[in-house]
Each structure stands twice: as C-alpha cells, then as structure tokens.
C-alpha cells in the first residue's frame, strides 16, 4: 500500500494538481451517465480488459522464455537484453492492438452472453499460446521462423518431420507452465474494477494500435542483422502474416513468356537455344575443365564415380576455411590432395533440392523438382546417361526414400539398384518419439564392400549421409561429445570461446562421427583393385543449422571436392561454381577421355565448373528457400535477395551496395526465370497429360454373375455387401486380385490405382503381399511386393478398407506383349476375406 500511495504522490507530481482535477471532473461526468448502451460498454469493455491484462502478461512471459531458450541453445551475443526489451515492447503494442480488434465482437457477443464472450476469448488465448510456444520451439531449432513453408508439405510430411524434435520435459514444460499461468490469473484478476476514464482512454488506444499495428512491426532494414530482425518479430504473428501473404501462382500469361524468354536468353546469350516451347533446352556446351587435372586410367576403361553428398556440410563445421572450427580433420586432410572449390553453392536450402540439381541440373518447380512426384519431367542426367553407357548405378541412403519422392527420382532415372535396408544394429537410436531417420553413416558406408563387387564393371554410386541431420542421435554419443571437446583443446581454443561450443556439442559430435566414418570408408577403399580408377566428389546437400549463417548467401555454402588417385596433383579454385554445373561438367569429362555417348541438346541450367585459381564468378542462377520461394538470385558479382544487393567477394563475404539499376536488372532477370521455370513444368505436364490414356477400371463384387477368374475363390462364408466374398486360404499362396492385362507398345509408365476391403481371420507370421509383376517372355522386368496391411484407412465391423497406389517405370522397347499381373501372395498362413476390388490402370 505504501508504494502505491507513493506511485500516486509521483504520479500526480508528474501531471500537476491542476491537471488531476481535471480527471476527476471527466470522472464525476462519466459516472453520472445513464445511457444503458455506455453502461454496456464500460461493463463489456472492463471485462475485456481483465482478460487481456493477463494475456498481455503471458506475452510478456513468453517472451522471456524465447530469450532465455535461445540463449542457452545458441551462441547469439547480438541478442541481449535489449532486444528482449525492443521485443517485448512489440508484443505489448500487438498484443493491445489485439484486444482492440477483438473488442467489438466481444461487445456484440457479451450483449447476449457474458460467459460465451468470456469463453471465446480465453479460448483464442489458449490456441495462441499453444501455436506461440510450438513457433518459439520451431525457431530455436532452425533460426528462422515458421512460415509459408507449411504449404510445401502434405499432413504426412509435417507429423513425420515433427517426430524428428525430441519431446521431452523441457519441451512440454512451458506448454503447462503458460497455460496454467494464463487460466489461474483469470481468477485473481476478475475482482479488479477498471474505471470509467481509464476504460474509455485504454478503448481508444487499444483500437488505435489494432487499426495501425502494421506501423508497429519490425522492418528488416532497421536491423543489423537478419537474426535479429527474426527475433524481434512475434513468431505467430511472423506466421499468420506470411501464410495469408502467400498467393499462389497465377495462370502464366504466354505473352510474358514470350517476352521473358527472349531477355532470359540474352542472358545467357552464350548458349545455343533451340526450341521456343521448351525454354531452357538448348546444345551443350563445349569444353572439359577437368580434363587437364587427371591421368587417364592405366587400363583405359571408364571411371567409377562416386558422389558422397553429406547432410549440411558447410564451412561453418567444415574445411580450412571454416567461420568457427573445423570438426573433420580427415575430410580437411583429403581437400588438401583434392580438386577443391571453396566457393560452391547449393540451390535450395534443404535436402529436396540436392538430387535433381547434382544430377538433372534441372530447373526448381513451384516447390522443388522432386514435389512433381510421377509427373517429374523426364530429362537426360548423369545417372541415365551413364546407365546407357554400361555403367552401374546405385543409390545408397539410410533413411526412407520416399521422403522427398527421391526413389521416384530415381526410378525415373533407371537406377539400378536403391539400397536402403542396412543392419539394424547400425540404425540412427531413437528419440524420445520412438523416431529414427533410419541408418547411420556407418551402415550405408560399409554396405559398399557388400554391394559393389571389385571388377571391372564401371559404376556410378551415389550416398546420401544421415547421421548429422536433426536429431543428432548416434549410438556412443558421449565418447563423440568429448571427442569434440578434444578436438577444441586441440586447437587451443580460448576458454572464453567455448561456451558456443558446449551449446552445440552434440550436433557437432555427429561431424566427428561422419568424419570417422569416411576415414575407414577410404581405408577400406583403398584396398579393393578399383580404387585406382575411381573418382570421388564429396559435397554437403545445403549449410547446416549449428551455427546462426553469417550472411544471406551463407545458406547455400557448401564444399566442393573431388578426389582421385587419378589426379595429377591437387589444386584450390576461387572460381564459383554450384551443384548445377556437376552434370554438364562430368558428362564433357567423359564424353572427352573415355568416349561416351552423350545427348547434344539438354535442359541443363547449370554451365562448366569454373577453374580460376582467384576468385571469379560468372554464374547466373536463383535459389529456392526452404519456403519454396524463389527470391534470391545471383548474377557474376552481384547477388539479389528480396529488396536488397550486394556484392559478392570470395568465401561468398557479401557487401551491401546502392545500385538501383543493377538492382533493377537482377529483378527482371529473377522474375524471367521465375516465369521460365513455370512455364517448363507446365508445358511438360500438357505433353505429358496427353500421352496417358486408361488401360483398364474394373469393379468386381461377387454376387449375381461371377467372371470365371474368380470363381475358385468365391465363398459365402462372409462378405462386406452382398452375399459373397473372395476367401484367401491359409494354405493358399496365391489371391486373385485382376485377370491378366496385355500392354501395349511404346508404354514407360504405368499407373495402379487398386481399393478393396478386407477382413482378416486369422493372422499368419507375416503380412501377405500385393504383388505387382510386368514379364515378357518368362523374364520379370518388374515385381513389386506391397505390405498393404501396415496401413490402416479405417475399419466397418471388422473389414478395413485398403488402398495400393503403384507406378511401375519399364522399358517402352519391351512393353508390347509384357503381361501386368497384380495379385495376392500368401505364403506366411493368413486367412483373409477380400471384397468391393476396384482396379483403375492407366499407362503413359
């Protein structure tokens, strides 16, 4: 009480005798009105306002939670207490501004119910402090805020990718402590009795910042850093703003296009284009930059080729140039004996970019090439160029390559071998969730001395890392802890540095894990005969999220090594090069020395790697956030990202310029290809709609008239509809699902759509399979067994519904005759009746 009577004694100092009596003549007049409307509206608004003095304050608490979660996962020494001070200053004026948004609803509501307002809005405030607390989580793990990404995923992406984050107490903690807070003031805080004058200013102002509260949010350009402008900013409102922003693209006028088209390729005026409805396919170019680097092999046969493509290898933990310190001394120890680019890009900043860019050179889509699933645009790349010149080829990954559609990528590209089931005791360890990304580097490293025999077949490999993703689980994970604290005494870091290491050790202790691995892969190597004739490239998918980027462009940073014990000598290009140049340059190298056959027109974005020993750029490319934005976009020089440019120097150090010509022309040149980019898929997709046609659609019940097919099989037992069913015996091996189809000639695609119900009596001891097959005289050119039962899509008394949706990829040279059969196999004793079976085959 004492300090409130001072507060007041200070207050009234501070406004003047003359000025309080003021206030109270307005106070007396207020009181005395009648008006049942005003007595509404005080009533209303006081109730409001008690509501909102407690979520204001859980704003604040929020806020401070975000700080104190950031400070102890991260090293952030330009986020102090000032910046929570600039933050929470935001929030209060939002959050005020939100109360008066919702003000008139909650007199309008409150007229005719005083507890359905109250109970709306303490439901609102609920939500918002769930989805706060999950955005505050999401932006600690990535340093970016949660936008219009949500868009680029289905429902069954976004629940796989949030069992990555392990939830534990620390996770759910603030979920209880927030709710608990806000619901437990609302009983303190309803005695509290607002006064007249106070309501009516507190109405004006909270109307006023909810009316203006776009003046009041953070502009970038008022930060020194991106980090901090992502920081201040609310992080739903970050996302609620952002997601209702998202438009998507419109229909492309053919006008722009053509207009588009011709400014594109004065560009790129060094180019040979040939086609107007296909916008980048054009001649390939001359030239062979690695030629002068390597030996030929001593018995004259074709190279292998092996790609590592390691999840976010960057500089930031990585090389001789790392911004922090380097946690993988063997790979440090290679570049030194290696062709290495120090100034080589990504062109996305996740995984789903990596595959169709090193290997297709292809253009982005509207979320990524790989998003296009089926309908991926057929092209010519390094994995189908060289399985037509008698290489083998295969993918090594340990997780599940149907993330991303990356077993469609390269079933399109007539791989021939995907392997991803490896020993279960090498599996990634499971988090709090029961999840795994699936294997560990060990697993698919070591498989390679099982899968590809020594000998004289040339082939193309291809491994794609895990074990430094997110989670960053590894089996003996403390010993690699300390592993990083030795390699940091190592290097004599100071003490007053290690802090920002011990916030990142276990993510840095999975570098050091894969850095040990690759080592033993190279020993081993090493020992086999064609490890002489064996080319390596080793780059990181996109930069990693340890340590906050150090500038725009530093999200797509990532190394560049090729080695070989074919190399002349090692040697460090400055020039800047990017995942798209792989293909053109490896197809020229070996067009050039081993005289394979290539295609002469391709849709290629990506030109020659770039050899200048100093630093030098000559690209000309865009790239896609993980948002799928595509507003970044780099020309020689000069790099563009959304309203600003910069120059770019090696190490891609960028430098804030003001040119609004240059800048200018970057944006047309961004919004060229943008518009290009659209254009390539679109026109693929109508070509490509016009080659499908329907093979067959069936529906098969069993009552009335059965086909002669199914007649062996029919019971009476049990049936969905009806009166009867198909029964699947447990001593019978094989179900009939639909007769025999004969396809076609000229058909590389076909397309299963296939419904049933089941009913399971009696479980064998394992699953029967769906079973997908294409044969040509005796010989399989395609089988496939399906689990179907692993999924359930709902049950009615007992029967579950079943859906298998199939694309099977075959060589239209033999698809006339070959015989598509799909049936049951049962070879474990399950006992099954299956009913309602509903085919629908189409084929391209």
């Not at 405030?125 to 289905?154: H, K």
């Not at 437990?184 to 309803?190: C, E, G, V």
């Not at 976010?312 to 290696?338: E, H, R």
Request: hydrophobic share 35%.
């Amino acid at each position: 009480m004492l300090i409130l009577k001072l507060l007041k004694l200070s207050y009234i100092k501070l406004i003047g005798k003359k000025s309080m009596k003021i206030l109270h003549t307005i106070s007396r007049k207020l009181k005395a009105i009648k008006s049942p409307n005003y007595h509404l509206l005080i009533k209303s608004s006081n109730s409001l306002f008690q509501l909102g003095t407690v979520f204001i304050s859980t704003l604040v608490l929020l806020r401070i939670y975000e700080y104190v979660l950031l400070n102890n996962h991260h090293d952030l020494s330009n986020i102090g207490l000032s910046a929570l001070f600039n933050a929470v200053s935001i929030d209060l004026i939002l959050g005020i501004g939100f109360i008066g948004i919702m003000l008139l609803p909650y007199i309008a509501i409150y007229r005719f119910s005083p507890k359905i307002a109250k109970a709306i809005f303490i439901i609102l405030v609920n939500i918002t402090i769930i989805l706060s607390i999950v955005l505050i989580q999401y932006f600690d793990i990535t340093l970016i805020p949660l936008d219009r990404v949500v868009y680029a995923y289905s429902w069954e992406s976004m629940l796989e990718l949030s069992n990555t984050t392990a939830f534990d107490y620390t996770t759910i903690l603030p979920f209880i402590l927030s709710l608990i807070f806000f619901n437990a003031s609302l009983f303190l805080i309803k005695h509290i009795k607002f006064k007249p004058l106070f309501i009516l200013i507190t109405i004006f102002t909270s109307l006023t910042f909810g009316l203006l509260h776009n003046k009041f949010l953070p502009h970038e350009r008022d930060y020194d850093s991106e980090l901090d402008y992502y920081y201040s900013y609310n992080k739903l409102v970050y996302f609620v703003k952002d997601v209702i922003r998202y438009k998507p693209s419109k229909d492309l006028d053919l006008e722009n296009i053509k207009n588009a088209l011709k400014s594109y390729r004065k560009v790129f005026n060094d180019r040979k284009y040939v086609s107007l409805s296909k916008p980048f396919l054009r001649k390939r170019e001359k030239g062979n930059p690695l030629g002068a680097y390597f030996n030929k092999t001593k018995d004259g046969k074709k190279p292998n080729i092996v790609f590592i493509i390691v999840e976010s290898l960057c500089p930031a933990v990585s090389g001789p140039y790392s911004d922090k310190t380097s946690f993988t001394p063997f790979l440090d120890s290679l570049t030194k004996q290696s062709l290495y680019w120090r100034n080589n890009l990504s062109t996305a900043e996740r995984t789903f970019g990596v595959l169709p860019a090193v290997f297709g050179s292809q253009p982005y889509g509207k979320k990524g090439f790989l998003d296009y699933n089926k309908d991926m645009p057929p092209h010519k790349n390094l994995i189908n160029i060289l399985g037509k010149n008698q290489y083998e080829t295969r993918f090594f990954y340990g997780g599940y390559p149907v993330f991303d559609h990356m077993d469609i990528f390269m079933h399109l590209n007539e791989i021939d071998t995907i392997i991803n089931r490896f020993d279960p005791n090498d599996s990634i360890p499971y988090n709090e969730n029961g999840f795994s990304w699936g294997y560990s580097d060990h697993a698919i490293f070591q498989s390679t001395f099982n899968n590809i025999p020594d000998s004289n077949q040339a082939y193309l490999s291809i491994y794609l890392t895990l074990s430094t993703h997110s989670p960053f689980m590894l089996k003996n994970q403390e010993y690699y802890m300390q592993r990083v604290m030795e390699r940091l005494k190592e290097l004599k870091v100071p003490e007053n540095k290690l802090e920002q290491y011990r916030k990142n050790q276990k993510k840095l202790s999975t570098f050091v894990f894969f850095d040990d691995e690759l080592r033993s892969f190279f020993k081993e190597y090493r020992k086999r005969k064609d490890f002489e004739n064996t080319i390596f490239v080793i780059t990181g998918d996109h930069r990693g999220i340890i340590f906050y980027r150090t500038s725009h462009i530093d999200v797509y940073h990532t190394p560049l090594i090729i080695y070989s014990p074919l190399l002349k000598k090692p040697q460090e290009f400055g020039g800047v090069t990017s995942h798209l140049d792989l293909t053109p340059t490896f197809v020229n190298f070996l067009e050039k020395e081993y005289q394979i056959k290539a295609p002469q027109e391709v849709n290629w974005l990506g030109q020659l790697l770039d050899t200048s020993i100093d630093f030098h750029s000559s690209q000309r490319m865009a790239f896609m956030r993980n948002n799928r934005n595509i507003e970044d976009y780099l020309h020689n020089n000069y790099y563009l990202t959304k309203d600003e440019l910069y120059k770019v120097h090696d190490l891609m150090k960028l430098e804030g310029v003001d040119m609004p010509e240059k800048k200018q022309e970057l944006k047309k040149e961004l919004d060229d290809f943008k518009n290009l980019n659209q254009f390539y898929f679109m026109v693929d997709n109508l070509q490509g709609n016009m080659n499908i046609k329907e093979l067959a659609n069936h529906e098969y019940n069993f009552d009335g008239k059965v086909i002669p097919f199914f007649k062996n099989d029919t019971t009476s037992e049990k049936a969905f509809n009806g009166s009867r069913s198909l029964l699947l015996r447990k001593d019978q091996e094989y179900g009939s699902i639909t007769p025999t189809i004969i396809l076609e000639k000229g058909i590389s695609k076909v397309y299963i759509e296939c419904t049933f119900k089941i009913f399971v009596e009696e479980n064998g001891k394992h699953n029967p399979l769906f079973v997908t097959s294409v044969s040509k005289d005796g010989k399989n050119l395609d089988w496939e067994g399906i689990d179907f039962m692993t999924k359930d899509y709902g049950t009615t008394s007992g029967w579950k519904n079943i859906k298998v949706s199939k694309t099977l990829y075959i060589d239209k040279k033999n698809s006339k005759g070959s015989e598509l059969k799909l049936y049951l196999w049962n070879t474990h004793g399950t006992k099954m009746y299956y009913d309602n079976i509903k085919v629908r085959i189409k084929v391209k």
